[in-house]
Nanobody, 118 residues
Framework: QVQLVDSGGGLVQPGGSLRLSCAASGRIFSSHTMGWYRQAPGKQRELVANLTSGGRTNYADSVKARFTISRDNAKNTWLLQMNDLKPEDTAVYYC????????????WGQGTQVTVSS
C-alpha cells in the first residue's frame, strides 16, 4: 500500500511562484508514473504534468515553460515548481502515483489548494 501526502499550496499573486511537494511512503514499483492533476470548481480534473520512472516528462500545453516536475529520489518525493502563476491556475492540485506489475495501481494525495489572485 502506498500513501501520498501532497502539500505546498497557498495564496499567491499573479506572476508569483509556488512549489508543491508529494511525499510517498510504501512500496514504489520500478515501473511507475507520478503525476500532478488539478481540478477547478465546476471543471473536470485534468493532468498538469507527469514524470515516468524512465525520466520522461509530459506537460499540459497551458503550463509548458512555467511548471516543472521533478523527483527527489533520496526522499521519495515529487515536486511541482510553478512559476509565473496565473488566475486560471487556481485549483485543487492532486498528486497521483500510477504503478504496475501484474496489475495497475492508482494512488492519490489528498489535494492542496492553489489560489492565484491579486
Amino acid at each position: 500500500q502506498v500513501q501520498l501526502v501532497d502539500s505546498g499550496g497557498g495564496l499567491v499573486q499573479p506572476g508569483g511562484s509556488l512549489r508543491l511537494s508529494c511525499a510517498a511512503s510504501g512500496r514504489i514499483f520500478s515501473s511507475h508514473t507520478m503525476g500532478w492533476y488539478r481540478q477547478a470548481p465546476g471543471k473536470q480534473r485534468e493532468l498538469v504534468a507527469n514524470l515516468t520512472s524512465g525520466g520522461r516528462t509530459n506537460y499540459a500545453d497551458s503550463v509548458k515553460a512555467r511548471f516543472t516536475i521533478s523527483r527527489d529520489n533520496a526522499k521519495n518525493t515529487w515536486l511541482l515548481q510553478m512559476n509565473d502563476l496565473k488566475p486560471e491556475d487556481t485549483a485543487v492540485y492532486y498528486c497521483n502515483l500510477r504503478q504496475w506489475s501484474l496489475s495497475t495501481y492508482d494512488y492519490w494525495g489528498q489535494g492542496t489548494q492553489v489560489t492565484v489572485s491579486s
